[in-house]
Nanobody, 126 residues
């Protein structure tokens, strides 16, 4: 069992920056790939970024590439999402997730993750 707690979401102006955190507890956090997803009102949840268990590999949605950076600190059992140059279309509930099923996989699909954080609201005003 893994518990994830997302935090850091606030109201920010367009062009601003924000860092989200996801604190994990339970099973060995450092053994698993982690991901961030987001969901806007009326839309399906979409992939944002993912990082391998070592932190050596990361993947991004095209919509955030070059603006967002995912990172992790295995000593602190925490994964981060640094968001720069925020746009109103980045407004969403952001949730982190962990894939405990396949240690070598870094998934970009929702179904590849089996534990989820509760989500944190990010609102970007124009």
């Amino acid at each position: 069992q893994v518990q994830l707690v997302d935090s850091g979401g606030v109201l920010v102006q367009a062009g601003g920056s924000l860092r989200l955190s996801c604190a994990a507890s339970g099973r060995t956090f450092s053994s698993y790939a982690m991901g961030w997803f987001r969901q806007s009102p009326g839309k399906e949840r979409e992939f944002v970024a993912a990082i391998s268990w070592t932190g050596a590999n990361s993947y991004y949605a095209d919509s955030v590439k070059g603006r967002f950076t995912i990172s992790r600190d295995n000593a602190k059992n925490t994964v981060y999402l640094q968001m720069n140059s925020l746009k109103p279309e980045d407004t969403a509930v952001y949730s982190c997730a962990v894939d405990t099923s396949s240690p070598l996989r870094v998934g970009v699909n929702e179904y590849e993750y089996d534990y989820w954080g509760q989500g944190t609201q990010v609102t970007v005003s124009s």
